[in-house]
């Protein structure tokens, strides 16, 4: 296989809950999405990226896991996985698993028998300290809310779950902990799998001495993310990681990086490193953070997005690879946070989709994007089933730090379900998705926006998305060019071009709802469009760009 075969991949991500149910329980499953990889191959991606599907009591919805090599009852069994890796192989598709090893879940086996006692032989796998004072050990906040200790009455001890109560970290200091994950992950390399999506892998290595943290005005707890990531041994056991295991397998890895600046990110994802492939920053996600972190409800400035990521295009050229993302299973849908979900829709996802995939990196879309699908705008804490929104809802409202109203916009506007709704396969009823009743509801403008729908229409979303993923297997330029940005100071406009050798791309994207004027840089009057959102014939001089509209014009002197 071709070195570095991932750097013009285009990576499709599935969360199974929400995807095809086959057998009519409301839950998404394997057998479901063997069902669906002929509408993926029609997209025309090469890498389908699994969120979790081995044995979990659903905490998290599979984040949180008690058997590392079975499959979650609700999901089907090891014959269906093999089934469907197989039946994706034959179609020249290949699959990442979601590896989660910075924690299990309480119900895995090594922490049952390590919560039993002080001197077993798993005492070790987790993160225990004494108490301070009939304290906690630290002030360390969990990411879904609460104190990241929890008191074991058997061992007299805390254990740290930097998530969730029912999510403990594992010990990485412990040699056999790594022996451990690594022979696990090799045992999936055996069955033919093709990469990893490595869940919060910059908190694996936790700080040598635990330390209280600064806690922020208005909070109880200290922040975790910051305390822990990027520790002190952890790119040494990444190298470990790759060392031993993924050196010997023709992989694509992405590690998802929480905290990660762009000098860690060349420590990750370096091109002589020897760690991982990419990696996921969330720069660019996090900008529209408020006063109660993510819980906000305003999109950030359009300099703030361009600043952002063209540092990262820029700045990791030549030396370390990019992941390119707008969405995934815990961020709400890009079309409704930085486009217009209503009268301009198809319009703004187009333009979100070509802004997004003419940059360098691996992008990866996820279940829905290419339809345009929206926020879920549910209107009542009822109707979500994610445990970080229903944690901060709680802790917020009936704390007193906001008010309910203010806290429902900000979960319609930031919540994770909003990506969770199930997948819109066509107008009968359920979207196509089940005949059951579905785990979480269905997003009403399923009826409108559907994959048959966008399948028998030519203009639709999906085959914009199908045609940029063909340029990049096409034109060099998209993987290789380097970038530059043009326009820095505009709200509106986001502008760039790209350069290899002599060849140019010139990407142009109005990110409102209102014409703009535009000047089209000299040096372009002999190009091409490659694509763009709307018909035009004149692509030189000064041209009026309208609502959403994006193109890209290559030439090749
Ligand atoms: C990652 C996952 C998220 C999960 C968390 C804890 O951020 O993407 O869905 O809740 O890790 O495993
Ligand atoms: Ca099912």
């Known amino acids: 296989m071709q070195e570095n075969w991932w750097k013009n991949a285009v990576v499709y991500q599935i969360y199974p809950r929400s995807f095809m149910d086959s057998n009519n329980d409301g839950i998404g499953d394997l057998k479901g999405i063997t069902q669906k990889l002929d509408y993926l191959k029609e997209l025309g991606v090469d890498i389908i990226w699994l969120s979790p599907v081995y044995k979990s009591p659903n905490c998290d919805n599979g984040y949180d896991i008690s058997d590392y090599q079975d499959i979650m009852d609700d999901f089907g069994t090891m014959a269906d996985f093999d089934e469907m890796l197989d039946e994706a192989h034959k179609r020249g598709l290949k699959i990442m698993m979601d590896l989660v090893v910075n924690h299990t879940s309480d119900e895995h086996p090594w922490f049952i ?9 798993y005492s070790d796998y987790y993160i225990w300290r004494d108490g301070k004072e009939g304290k906690e050990p630290t002030n360390w906040e969990a990411s879904f809310g609460g104190s990241a200790w929890e008191y074991c009455a058997a061992r007299d001890q805390y254990y740290l779950h930097a998530f969730a109560v029912k999510q403990p970290d594992l010990n990485w200091d412990n040699p056999k902990v790594r022996q451990e994950v690594f022979q696990m992950m090799d045992w999936w390399c055996q069955k033919g799998i093709d990469g990893f999506r490595m869940d ?4 694996i290595s936790k700080p040598e001495v635990f330390e209280d943290g600064h806690v922020r005005e208005g909070h109880q707890y200290a922040e975790i993310g910051p305390i822990i990531t990027h520790g002190p041994h952890e790119h040494e056991y990444l190298k470990e990681m790759n060392r031993e295991v993924l050196s010997r397998y023709p992989l694509a890895t992405v590690g998802e990086t929480a905290c990660v600046t762009v000098e860690e990110a060349k420590k990750y994802a370096g091109f002589d490193e020897h760690e991982l492939n990419m990696v996921f920053q969330f720069e660019h996600m996090d900008l529209d953070f408020g006063s109660y972190g993510k819980w906000n409800n305003r999109p950030p400035r359009l300099t703030q997005l361009k600043e952002v990521l063209s540092k990262w295009q820029t700045q990791l050229h030549g030396k370390a690879w990019n992941s ?4 995934n299973h815990d961020q709400p849908r890009v079309v409704s946070r930085f486009g217009n979900d209503k009268e301009f829709r198809a319009e703004s996802a187009k333009m979100l989709a070509i802004c997004l995939h003419m940059m360098q990196g691996t992008p990866y879309i996820y279940q829905g994007e290419e339809l345009g699908m929206t926020n879920a705008g549910f209107t009542s804490i009822d109707q979500y089933r994610d445990i970080e929104s229903i944690n901060a809802y709680h802790e917020i409202v009936e704390g007193g730090i906001a008010g309910e109203d203010y806290m429902m916009e900000c979960l319609r506007f930031k919540s994770r379900d909003n990506a969770r ?13 089940t005949e059951g009743t579905p785990w979480i ?9 559907n994959a048959r729908a966008a399948l028998a229409d030519k203009d639709s979303i999906f085959y914009y998305y199908k045609k940029l993923i063909g340029l990049r297997k096409e034109y060099q330029i998209i993987t290789e060019g380097s970038y530059e940005l043009l326009l820095p100071d505009s709200e509106e406009l986001y502008v760039y071009t790209r350069t290899y050798g002599d060849e140019k791309l010139l990407t142009v994207c109005n990110f409102t709802g209102d014409i703009q004027k535009f000047e089209v840089p000299g040096g372009f009057e002999k190009s091409r469009c490659l694509i763009g959102n709307y018909s035009r014939d004149v692509y030189k001089g000064q041209i009026e760009l309208k609502p959403y509209e994006a193109f890209v014009l290559y030439k090749c002197r």
């Open 441 to 449: 509801e269905v997003n009403p403008n399923y009826t409108g926006i």
């Open 113 to 121: 028998e390590s919560a039993r006692s002080k001197d077993n032989p």
């Open 200 to 203: 919060v892998i910059s908190m």
């Open 421 to 433: 709704t199930p997948m819109q396969w066509d107008s009968s009823v359920n979207a196509g998705f």
């Open 324 to 327: 390119l993302y707008w969405d």
